[in-house]
């Protein structure tokens, strides 16, 4: 069983390595992107307009924002490129039996 406050999302087999997917969890966008051989989880909306990280490209443990082409870190949030300058929110992952779980906050649902 994952820790508690852990939200199950999908099984694991479902992820396309360096293929974003998007979740909407109580009404919040979110991403989850297997890639060197991790899984993040990151809020699926870019910083620094309305637009969805989950159509943008992987490369690494990074995912550009395809309208300004600012690059987010999946493992902080932090952008890397302008014109993005605030961080979008990451949250932690737990695979536990082949299932993905992520701890969401309450406050961004
Ligand atoms: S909307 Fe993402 S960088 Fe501008």
Do not use: N
């Amino acid at each position: 069983m994952p820790s508690d406050g852990y939200t199950y999302l999908c099984e694991f087999d479902v992820l396309e390595d360096g293929v974003p997917r998007r979740f909407e969890v109580e009404g919040m966008p979110l991403s989850l992107v297997l890639t060197e051989k991790q899984v993040f989880a990151i809020h699926d909306m870019c910083s620094h307009s309305a637009v969805s990280l989950s159509e943008g490209e992987v490369d690494g443990c990074t995912v550009e924002c395809w309208l300004h082409g600012s690059r987010f870190d999946l493992r902080t949030g932090s952008p890397l490129d302008p014109p993005a300058t605030r961080p979008v929110p990451v949250y932690p992952v737990q695979i536990e039996d082949g299932c993905v779980y992520a701890l969401l906050p309450r406050s961004e649902r």
